[in-house]
């Protein structure tokens, strides 16, 4: 078939072949790049956004703990109130996850959101638990100081009086030697 065309008719022929096969190749491009277009969107908008979301979580976790073992170390009530905000923004950052996992339906994300709200509302009954027995063992404290007090109150009248007494054997002592001293012979 080749044999009989003319030069002219051959050379447009493989002309319009590499046109057929870059049409095809390029056709074959647009949708490769449809399909990471597709998978692009689904970073940006579902992945980055789920990792920005739960390392949120981590971060404000964190932060609470810190904050409330400086209270239980220390009793200061700054470390208490941090922990409290602390909690609040790890309340925020779970919703925002929650919200983030319904709008997108991704399984792993509500599953882990679910764990995290429960072991977050553990951690809050915990830290009620640490700032009841702290404010016990405070009015603990406090009651022993007062006994402690008034014991060494007790202690220092029992002293001055014990010192009052000595004073005076010693004064007794002292008067009587100096008028019972018996003749020295020489």
């Known amino acids: 078939m080749f044999k009989n ?32 277009k597709t998978v692009a969107t689904e970073l940006s908008v579902e992945k980055v956004p789920q990792v920005q979301l739960a390392t949120g979580v981590e971060r404000t976790s964190l932060q609470t703990m810190y904050a409330t073992r400086g209270y239980a170390f ?28 319904a709008k997108y339906d991704i399984a792993v994300l509500k599953e882990n959101e679910a764990k995290a709200s429960a ?14 027995k702290t404010e016990a063992m405070a009015k603990d404290t406090a009651a022993m100081d007062a006994a402690a007090k008034k014991y060494m109150q007790v202690c220092n009248a029992f002293l001055n009086d014990q010192s009052k007494k000595l004073e005076e054997e010693i004064k007794d002592s002292f008067a009587n030697v100096t008028t019972t001293q018996p003749a020295v012979a020489t």
Not at 76 to 100: F, I, N, P, T
């Open 74 to 101: 220390t009793e200061e009530k700054h470390y208490l109130e941090g922990a409290m905000k602390q909690r609040v923004e790890v309340k925020k950052s779970l919703a925002a996850c929650k919200d983030h996992a």
């Open 5 to 36: 065309m003319k030069l002219g008719a051959k050379i447009g022929a493989g002309f319009a072949a590499l046109i057929v096969i870059a049409l095809g190749l390029g056709g074959l491009a647009v949708w490769s790049m449809s399909s990471v």
């Open 119 to 132: 072991k977050g509302a553990e951690y809050e009954g915990l830290l009620n638990g640490t700032v009841a």
